[in-house]
């Protein structure tokens, strides 16, 4: 793996001007960018920091102890968040998700939840908030998040070995204290817990049928993620990716599945239910969801923002560079000078990475300046 991986180009220093338009942008809600995508989601990394070291985000070569991490001065506060948030949702969103980096390692998060809990969407209802953790420190602070206002959690889990997951997370964390987290989550009614796989052809992919088996019926819903062509520095390769109807087609050989509707327009996942005998889904057993980034693009619907942990707003998973919202905050912008900032920039989306992959010749992107998970989140 080691002499696989890139050496990192900082694309942290390059970033997009934010300017407030000549023409105000108001916020009615019904901001739309120019392929006609509304703006829904929300997604907020809270650090850039974590204490895994999953060679497919933050592999340890690159990710060491000399590696420059932001300094404090350069994240948003929760108040700087907070504001920002309540522009995105007067633009529209529903839905906040945070992440990081480890988003449980920022201090004091839940104060930052009760915050964004106290805010409304164009509705006049709360926003639905959300967060995405490597469960390490789930056991811990599920309850206090939960109070705090969190409505959900997503468990990052690549296997229920011990040994393969300490592999993976390369920081030698036992698998047993993630499951924990999980339990303590569900116990908090944190519902439902969604548990994210990773699948990478050779390293975990013996692992899709325990974890299926393992979540099936107990109200925990297990997504199956293929492995990203993410940031510049897990050296990825096509031929590790498992396509997600392989995934689909394992499970099947022992689990009868039979295909669900999407939940919400612009959901990620597409979703199965496990049948009962007479091939219908039954609910007592759930549903297990693929994420088909790489072989399946869903850009035609993406409604997705994403914020940095410094204030940087990416209109893709795979933008190399960022609009600096912050120097617009630090700098005296009012409310309707973001709001407007903000529409402006949305209505000049055009991204669509992954339609456009599949045009581009296999790992064409790799060692392109792009930014790397671990500081965008997911
Ligand atoms: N540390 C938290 C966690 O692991 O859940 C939140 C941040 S992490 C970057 C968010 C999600 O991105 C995780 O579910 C992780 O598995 C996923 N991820 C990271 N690198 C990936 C890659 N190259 N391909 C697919 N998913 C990836
Ligand atoms: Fe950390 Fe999450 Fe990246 Fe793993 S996937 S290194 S837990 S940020
Ligand atoms: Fe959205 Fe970019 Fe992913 Fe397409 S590639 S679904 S535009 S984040």
């Not at 350069?74 to 968040?81: G, V």
């Not at 091939?279 to 549903?287: I, T």
Request: hydrophobic share 40%; charged share 25%.
């Amino acid at each position: 793996m080691s002499e696989r991986v890139i050496p990192l180009v900082d694309q942290r220093t390059a970033a997009l001007a934010a300017r407030v338009p000549a023409t105000p942008v108001a916020p009615t809600g019904l901001l739309a960018d120019s392929l006609h995508r509304p703006l829904r989601d929300l997604r907020i990394s809270v650090t850039d920091r974590c204490n895994f070291r999953c060679n497919y985000c933050m592999p340890k070569e690159v990710f060491d102890k000399d590696y420059p991490y932001l300094p404090h001065s350069d994240l948003l506060s929760f108040e700087e968040i907070t504001r920002l948030t309540a522009v995105f949702l007067r633009h529209g969103v529903r839905k906040i998700r945070l992440t990081g980096g480890e988003p449980l390692l920022r201090r004091n998060i839940e104060a930052l939840i009760a915050q964004l809990a106290a805010l409304r969407t164009v509705d006049g209802l709360p926003p639905e908030i959300t967060l995405t953790t490597n469960g390490s420190l789930l056991a811990r602070k599920a309850r206090a998040l939960r109070e705090a206002g969190l409505q959900r959690v997503t468990v990052s889990l690549d296997g229920l070995d011990d040994a393969v997951f300490r592999r993976m997370n390369d920081v030698d964390f036992p698998v047993a204290d993630v499951l924990d987290g999980i339990a303590a989550a569900r116990a908090a009614g944190l519902h439902p817990v969604k548990v994210n796989m990773v699948v990478k052809r050779g390293t975990n992919e013996h692992e899709i049928l325990p974890m299926a088996r393992h979540f099936r019926g107990t109200g925990t819903v297990l997504r199956f993620i293929e492995y990203m062509d993410v940031g510049a520095t897990n050296g990825w390769r096509m031929d590790e990716v498992l396509p997600s109807h392989e995934v689909i087609a394992r499970l099947r050989a022992e689990l009868p599945l039979v295909p669900l509707d999407p939940s919400a327009p612009g959901e990620t996942a597409q979703r199965w239910g496990y049948a009962n005998a007479q091939s219908q889904h039954d609910p007592a057993l759930g549903e297990v969801g693929v994420i088909s980034s790489v072989t399946q693009a869903f850009c035609g619907d993406c409604n997705r923002a994403r914020l940095s942990t410094e204030g940087r707003l990416y209109l893709c998973l795979f933008a190399d560079r960022g609009y600096d919202l912050r120097s617009l905050l630090r700098g005296g912008a009012s409310d309707a000078d973001l709001a407007s900032a903000l529409g402006a920039i949305w209505q000049g989306r055009s991204d669509r990475y992954s339609e456009l992959r599949a045009s581009l010749p296999p790992e064409s992107g790799q060692g392109k300046r792009r930014i790397e998970m671990s500081y965008i989140g997911g």
